[in-house]
Structure formats: C-alpha cells, structure tokens
C-alpha cells in the first residue's frame, strides 16, 4: 500500500501519458489515412451505412466492383419501397466479404444477403491500395488480426493492415479540407447506399457469356470455399437467406458458373445466372457498360437493380416502406437531385 503511494504520481502520469498518445494516434490515423469519399468510395459507403438506423436494411448486396456499379439500391427503393444497401469494394475477395457480412450484421439484420459469385477463381487478393479501401473500414476484430497476420499481398504488411497511419504517415502533404472534415466528423454521408452512379457508355465487343476458362476448372476449392463456407454458415445462425447471384459481365466464364451453381446446391440455396436473364433484363452490351471490360453503367444498373427488386418483391415479404421512413424518403429527393445532376453532366 505504501509502495503505491508511493509511486501513485508517477503511475498517474503513465496513465495519462498512455491515453495521450493513443489519442493522438487516432487522430493523427484518422486524419491521415486515405479517404474515399467520392461516389464509389469505401470511406463514404461505410460512413453511410453506421449512420443507418439499426435493423432497417432488409437486403444486402455483397461483392466486388461489379456490385457497386451494376446494383442501385436507391432506384429499389424509389421503385418498390424495399430498404437494401450494397456494401462491395474493388476485387473484394470472399475472406474480406466475411469479414465485412459479420460487421455489417452487428447493427443490421437483413432478410436477405446476395453475394456476387465474380470474385469466385481469385487466388490472390488484389492491390495493397484495393484491400486498404475495405479493410480500414473494419474495426479491430479475430478475424481482421487472422488477416493481417497471414495477408499474402508482398506490399501489405501487418502493421500497415492494423494501423492504416503507418502506410500513410507521409499523406500530411497531400492533406485537403475534406480530410481535416472527415477527422472532425463534420462531412455528410452520402445518399447512394453504397451504389456508383455514371452514365459513361463503352460499348463492348465481348459477348456476355464465355464458353470456356484457360485452366478448364469449375469446382471451387481451398481459400475460396473456405470462406464461402462461413459466409452461408453465418447467415444460417442468423436466420438469413443467403442468394448467390452474377451480375453480367464479360468477363465471366461458364466453367465458374457451373462451379457456383454446385456450391449453391451444396448450401441449399438459390443461385441466379443472370447470364441467361440478359433478354428478360433487356441489358444491352452497346449502351449498358461503362467500360469495355465489364463495368455496367447507370442504364444497365437500372435494369439489373428492376429485375433483382422483382425477385425480392417476389420470394420474400418485404414492406414498402415509402411515406413510412422518413430518412430514407428525405435521403430519395437528394438522390433524385444528385443523380440528374450526374446525368446533365454538371458533377463529373
């Protein structure tokens, strides 16, 4: 007891100094670290999706880049009253998708998860700067730790996966208003739930469905089907019903089709080959892409977002909630507004 008394100030002042320095360390990393806040930005889609009120979301769409271009929440809602959100990131591989389903769950509780079966056949995750774009989204969790210390990008160390500040340290030259903002909570979360809208026409040459894969596999194995494994078991705990799907793109082969409609079997669940929907979808690859490689554009989102509201409104009881949910009715005549003004060329 006396040795505490000791020594009770020099305790107090470890303490306090311990708390100063963590403080200043997530300042300094919140302000720092790369934001993504523009329409198909990590930063802004989580940023809107914590500011959602709890157990309003009644579908989520998970996948990669082909999610946020070619699904349009908003349009679903605007069209049907359904409550979805479409939380994807560039080349997200399905180890991410579990980790970002199981954080996504924490405060919503959808009645229904799609996954975007385009990430099927990835054997390495992608670039170092497209996993920081959803892994600093993601709190500290088993799960973010089991990746950091087994990541097999070269350019992705532990500490940079952790601790975003120790990649970006050297941005304070590059700092703009917006990161000053985003560090004082001052910037407002954006309307899109989740969705890219652009209206940049590519027509492509490549037809939408491929005969034929290079390695001439289709069943889904090792990392891949490890997690897909989790993500169905996760949702049955949760009493969801999990939905894999494909949105169209050229890139696709009918090889990893076949493997996605086994694994769906395995599961006991739907799988929805949108490939053989493209005439009842009325997708066009002359006005509905954005870029010659797969990208949809607003036209085709449109089209791919009517026909999945359908499926819903369809397979699951889901209620309109328009004149009903004042946010997201607020949150439609902005989305309205800054979708034209995309649309007129006035935003680029």
Known sequence: MRLLQKYRKWIIKGVCFVLGFCLLFWV?????????????????????FRELEPDTVDALFLGTSHTYSGIDPMYIYENSGITSFALSGPGMRFDLTYMVLKDALKTQKPKVVFLDMSSVHFDRQQTEGRIHKVLDQLPLSK??????????????????????????????????????????????????????????????????????????????????????????????????????????????????????????????????????????????????????????????????????????????????????NADWDQDLILYQERKAEIASGAVA
């Not at 300094?28 to 809107?48: N, P």
């Open 28 to 48: 300094a990393q919140r302000l720092l670290s790369a934001k993504w806040l523009d329409r198909a930005g990590q930063t802004g889609a989580w940023m809107e």
């Open 143 to 324: 799960e973010k730790l089991k990746f950091a210390f087994h990541t097999d990008n070269d350019e992705l160390s532990t500490l940079d996966a952790l601790f975003p500040l120790f990649r970006y340290h050297s941005r304070w030259e590059m700092l703009e208003q917006q990161d000053f903002q985003y560090a004082a909570g001052s910037i407002e979360a954006p309307v899109w739930r989740g969705h890219y809208v652009n209206y940049r026409v590519a027509a492509t040459e490549y037809y939408f469905y491929e005969e034929g894969r290079k390695d001439g596999e289709c069943h889904i194995e090792g990392r891949a089907l490890e997690c897909l494994r989790k993500i169905d078991q996760l949702c049955k705990d949760e009493g969801i019903q999990l939905v894999l799907y494909k949105i169209p793109a050229p890139t696709w082969y009918k090889l990893q089709s076949d493997g996605s409609a086994e694994l769906a079997e395995e599961f006991g669940v739907p799988f929805l080959e949108l490939f053989y929907c493209v005439d009842e979808i009325g997708l066009d690859p002359a006005t509905d892409f954005r870029d010659r490689k797969n990208h949809l554009n607003q036209y085709g989102a449109e089209k791919v977002s009517g026909y999945m509201m359908k499926y819903m409104q369809n397979n699951f009881e889901m209620e309109d909630q328009r004149g009903k």
